[in-house]
């Protein structure tokens, strides 16, 4: 009988989330509700928000011919100085498998070079080059109006308050 119950149980469940999927059970309905509504899930709203923050970017981007996570590796060098690339993909938050290729490409460009370590051969140093920091100049003036608009539209305190936010989370992952 205790089999029968729990498949029942399931049964239930699952009728209740295809109803959530649906848009057929109500709001108010969380008695057996395990999942939050989408219009609630964090991590779905993060990504609504990162969409709506990073349009704009992308299209100045796609202006000046890099990628998001090419932008990131530039951003990183300019601010930090010549790093080993396992400290450029933990500040960009990009995999190494990843930022492999990205170094690739922005080498061919003549955005960074890679020299050996000087004390260690095997490890490699990476350094953005002068044509490299005169992107990050020429897309200065459209980032920072993009910033602004943003600041304008959402206000500076909550932008504050979202960074901070944004950060106290990542912390929890760290630990």
């Known amino acids: 009988m205790h089999r029968a119950a729990t498949h029942a149980r399931a049964n239930s469940l699952a009728s209740q989330a295809q109803l ?4 057929r059970m109500a709001e108010t309905d969380t008695e057996n509700a395990h999942l939050p509504a989408t219009q609630r899930s964090l991590p779905i709203a993060m990504l609504r928000g990162r969409e709506a923050v990073m349009a704009p970017y992308r299209r100045m981007l796609a202006k000046i011919g890099v990628t998001e996570q090419q932008w990131r590796v530039l951003r990183v060098l300019d601010e930090r100085g010549t790093l080993d690339p396992r400290e450029i993909a933990e500040a960009a938050c990009l995999l190494n498998p990843s930022l492999t290729r990205i170094m690739q490409l922005l080498e061919k460009k003549g955005y960074i070079s890679r020299k050996a370590h000087p ?4 490890k490699t140093r990476v350094s953005i080059t002068e044509e490299g920091r005169a992107l990050i100049v020429s897309a200065e003036p459209e980032s920072l109006r993009i910033a602004e608009d943003l600041k304008e539209r959402f206000g500076q305190e909550k932008i504050d308050e979202l960074l901070d936010l944004l950060g106290e989370l990542a912390e929890i992952h760290k630990e």
């Open 119 to 122: 004390e260690d051969r095997r």
């Open 20 to 23: 959530r999927i649906y848009g």
